[in-house]
């Protein structure tokens, strides 16, 4: 089946700190990948993607590369700040056109402090 | 980017009550909206899909009686929780997009306390 796997939070680190949160997937046909945020209080937020194997994601100084060989999609950045605080969620897109579904990771929190 | 809102941001109910949940695209036409279920520490499930004007599809095990929606126009959709026992107690999230292929954008989530 269809399934995401996140690294179990929550995860602490000081501001400034190197940060990965790993991702891996398993998959039916060709998934696209995304990284979602959940600042408190909100709700989900795109924060990156990528469609196709090799492909990079990036947005606000995060990364991700869609990695098919490993099947992973490992978030990273390379100095977190306190108002990265939050919890992330790693999915995949299945589905053909019109009838696409998002299968979640179970997410992890991330505290940065200052 | 879009706002999706639901509401209310958390309910408390008493067992064997039903309990609305509203989600609405404040700034764009919906034609397609989510249902997910989260457990605490556990991943988003989605529960059922929605098209404005016709029938939700549900995901298998999701009981269509107990969580009925209704996507009567292109900026709303509501969950009820019919007959709401203490195991539904849950967060729900929606979302919403607007074309077939879009990014989909979430609500903040309603907090679901059965008592």
């Known amino acids: 089946g269809n399934s995401v796997t996140q690294m179990e939070g929550p995860v602490t680190l000081s501001e400034e700190a190197f940060l990965t949160i790993n991702c891996t997937y398993t998959a039916t046909g060709y998934p696209s990948l995304f990284w979602y945020v959940q600042y408190p209080g909100e709700g989900l937020q795109l924060l990156l993607k990528a469609t196709k194997a090799d492909d990079k994601g990036s947005n606000k100084g995060f990364e991700a590369t869609y990695r098919k060989e490993t099947t992973s999609f490992h978030l990273e950045k390379g100095s977190v700040q306190v108002s990265d605080s939050a919890v992330y969620f790693c999915a995949l897109r299945i589905g053909g056109w019109g009838a696409q579904k998002l299968v979640f990771g179970q997410g992890t929190r991330l505290t940065i402090n200052p | 980017g879009a706002v999706v809102s639901q509401h209310p941001s958390w309910v408390i109910c008493k067992s064997g009550t039903s309990v609305k949940i509203e989600c609405r695209s404040l700034d764009f036409q919906a034609t397609t909206m989510f249902w997910y279920r989260q457990f605490p520490k556990q991943s988003l499930m989605l529960m059922a899909t929605?098209?404005?004007?016709?029938?939700?599809?549900?995901e298998q095990g999701v009981e269509k009686d107990k969580f009925l929606i209704n996507h009567a126009s292109l900026t709303l959709s509501t969950l009820t929780v019919t007959s709401a026992h203490p195991e539904d107690s849950s967060f729900y999230i929606c979302?919403?997009?607007?074309?077939?292929?879009?990014?989909?954008?979430f609500g903040q989530g309603t907090r679901l306390t059965v008592v």
């Open positions: 929605s098209n404005e004007g016709s029938k939700a599809t549900y």
């Open positions: 979302s919403a997009r607007v074309g077939w292929d879009t990014e989909a954008f």
